[in-house]
């Protein structure tokens, strides 16, 4: 208890200046460390020194490194490579196998990289981030390693046939930002060059072409951005037929210019800024984020466009409109195989897949993949460049994925991999529901559990930010801590997601923010008014923008709410733009340093809108040292604030795991065991 009064003088002296608790944001200061590591041993022990947290972290570890769940797949050359972690391999393994050996039963893999061994040779906490195969031959890939989980990542050339990195190969040292194959000996590179070369957001606004044996420093310049842009980064585009280098540049979250290199120029490609381009193979793929009036056509905001990208760059481009969106319909994703065009559809957030057929002629539509209820359904190219063959995945909130192989013109799916269920599902029921704002939006929800004569511990999750939808997905976590327990589990499609398209996310963007909150109250007052649930009994979690949301529900609505978990979140509203990434989303919640702008953030604020004289729910709140996307000090000053205010927060500080909040299978059961654990020891008291 010394040490804790100790950590607790120092939060309340603090530092000279208008928030004494900014001394936090030094995130490997050792008095901040000392002040997380005090405040995370006694969430520790509150939380995760029982019986029933064991055997609760014990069973979502079994669920992660189950040898049942679905080894996902991606063609490079003739092989299909996973990465894949167990009980054995917790950082994990790359490995590889034929389609035919892939499709048994017990494929025997053929081990690739192994990130444990790795991780104990070299003396360091490796996270996999994924692998840059040079085309076409593919012996030859650029490797990402992140220290801990970071966003931040080392690249270094790997030998595919020799299994071992190159000696004297192409290496970077740490930094945000990508490399990419341009050729065998060629690189094109965005990183920390040095001064200057990084944006305001922290990611790189260089763009450098660096050939093998040449001093990085000495790389040639490319393109440069703006340090006010959010990043610029390189894409190269390879068919058997074509290489395209293109140049990203990102001014703000949701506004780009592309440019492709022509002969030794880099011509703009003409679209409307706003826009979601996609380049693929000789396709130029737009979907629009706003209207858009091209050679005497007028396209709705929300539409999917193609074209050739060749003709489009000499002028003669004529878009095909693949889908066209209503009021109650958004594209979710979009792929192609060798002669057809794959595009997601969302209507009333439930899914349906058009499938069109490509030729000199343009596009025909061919069909339309139905979902069973409310399943999820996505797909992806088994070999996009040889064949019509295509993965479709299925599953739902209670139906474990299922992973089949399907062929334009054939009739029968091949089962390819079934996942195992975790939880019992017995007369457990999805049902989607409808509520209104305060501004009368209609607003959808989907709610999972059993029938029940009275209310129950309910949890309500939201995001509602960056156009992320929120869909029926399987999670062996939630129905071991939750459903199988007797609980409700709730998901809300509020405004800032992308369930309705464009519209649906720019209507809580900035000024507007609020309406996603107003969205998710709605919500949480329909389960009360249903009789789904109490206060008392309702909770809710979130992450990163979720945790902004479920901060905002602990200052704005208290009264509704039984325990709130907040997960590496923004709360700082005041400082976010200074801290790590943030610059990069001021398109989404504003510029807290224009005061007319600050005016409105302030009133979604978490940090600034905590007040002693109210009653709030206890709250759980968590975050990673290594998050380098979110800044850790969001988390750590508000529960300094509430400590200050002797309010009831809990407070855990992962060391490892980025914006992940954890770097393996078994940190990923503990944190979500604490949460878990947490909500339910308050919400179930009224039930005991």
Do not use: C
Request: aromatic letters at 10%.
């Amino acid at each position: 208890m010394k040490k804790l009064a100790l950590m607790t003088a120092l939060v309340l002296a603090g530092n000279a200046g208008a928030d004494p608790f900014e001394w936090l944001e030094a995130v490997t200061d050792a008095e901040a460390i000392a002040w997380a590591e005090t405040h995370s041993d006694i969430a520790r022990a509150e939380l995760a020194s029982n019986d029933a947290f064991s055997d609760l972290e014990r069973r979502i570890l079994d669920v992660l490194d189950s040898d049942e769940n679905i080894a996902y797949v991606t063609k490079r050359g003739d092989h299909y490579y996973n990465f894949w972690r167990d009980a054995e391999h917790p950082r994990g393994i790359l490995r590889r196998a034929a389609l035919a050996e892939y499709q048994k039963a017990d494929p025997i893999w053929d081990l690739v990289l192994d990130v444990d061994a790795l991780a104990r040779q070299e003396g360091e906490n490796w996270v996999y981030r994924g692998a840059a195969f040079l085309q076409p031959g593919y012996e030859l890939a650029l490797v990402v390693l992140s220290r801990g989980g970071a966003d931040a990542t080392v690249v270094r050339e790997f030998d595919v046939t020799k299994r071992a990195f190159v000696e004297g190969g192409f290496e970077l040292p740490e930094s945000k930002g990508a490399a990419a194959w341009l050729d065998q000996n060629t690189l094109v590179v965005g990183r920390d060059f040095g001064p200057g070369t990084l944006t305001d957001s922290g990611y790189p606004r260089t763009i450098k072409r660096w050939q093998r044996g040449e001093a990085l420093e000495n790389a040639k310049a490319l393109f440069e951005g703006e340090s006010s842009d959010v990043a610029a980064f390189a894409q190269v585009v390879w068919t058997p037929e074509r290489t395209d280098l293109v140049i990203h540049r990102s001014i703000d979250f949701y506004t780009r210019e592309r440019f492709v290199q022509v002969d030794d120029e880099f011509v703009r490609v003409a679209v409307p800024d706003d826009a979601a381009v996609t380049i693929d193979r000789d396709w130029l793929i737009v979907e629009l984020k706003s209207d858009w009036r091209f050679a005497g056509e007028v396209y709705p905001s929300g539409a999917l466009l193609v074209t050739s990208l060749e003709r489009f760059l000499n002028g003669r481009g004529k878009f095909s409109m693949l889908y066209e969106p209503s009021a109650t319909t958004a594209v979710s994703g979009y792929m192609a195989t060798a002669s057809h065009f794959f595009v997601n559809v969302l209507d009333n957030v439930k899914n349906e897949i058009h499938v069109w057929r490509s030729s000199d002629a343009g596009f025909e539509h061919r069909s339309v993949i139905g979902a069973d209820g409310f399943q999820t359904l996505s797909v992806s190219a088994v070999d996009p460049h040889e064949s019509d063959r295509f993965f479709l995945q299925t599953t739902d909130f209670v139906t474990p994925p299922t992973f089949e192989m399907r062929e334009i013109g054939k009739n029968e799916p091949i089962v390819v991999k079934q996942a195992a269920h975790h939880f019992d599902t017995t007369g457990v029921a999805i049902e989607q529901h409808w509520t209104v704002s305060k501004d009368g939006t209609r607003v959808p929800y989907f709610q999972v559990g059993r029938s029940s004569d009275g209310p129950a511990p309910t949890l309500l999750y939201g995001y509602g930010g960056f156009e992320i939808s929120l869909l029926p997905s399987y999670s062996g976590s939630v129905g071991i801590s939750w459903l199988e327990r007797g609980g409700v589990y709730v998901v809300a499609n509020i405004r800032g997601g992308g369930e309705f398209g464009p519209a649906w996310h720019q209507a809580a963007l900035k000024e507007n923010r609020p309406r996603a909150y107003e969205d998710f109250i709605a919500v949480a007052e329909d389960l009360v008014a249903r009789g789904v649930t109490t206060p008392n009994q309702l909770g809710t979690s979130g992450g990163s923008n979720g945790g902004l949301l479920t901060g905002n529900m602990l200052t704005m609505r208290p009264d509704l709410f039984g325990a709130i978990v907040s997960a590496v979140p923004l709360l700082d509203m005041q400082r976010y733009s200074h801290l790590l990434a943030g610059a990069s989303w001021m398109a989404e919640y504003g510029d807290p340093d224009d005061p007319e702008q600050w005016r409105y953030i302030r009133a979604f604020s978490p940090y600034h809108n905590v007040r002693a004289d109210t009653e709030y729910p206890p709250v759980l709140i968590t975050t990673s040292t290594r998050d380098d996307r979110v800044h850790p000090g969001h988390a750590r000053k508000m529960v300094a604030k509430m400590k200050q205010m002797e309010h009831d927060v809990t407070y855990f500080e992962n060391t490892e795991g980025g914006h992940a909040g954890a770097a393996d299978n078994r940190q990923r059961a503990f944190m979500s065991a604490l949460s878990y654990s947490f909500l339910w020891n308050n919400l179930a008291e009224e039930n005991d």
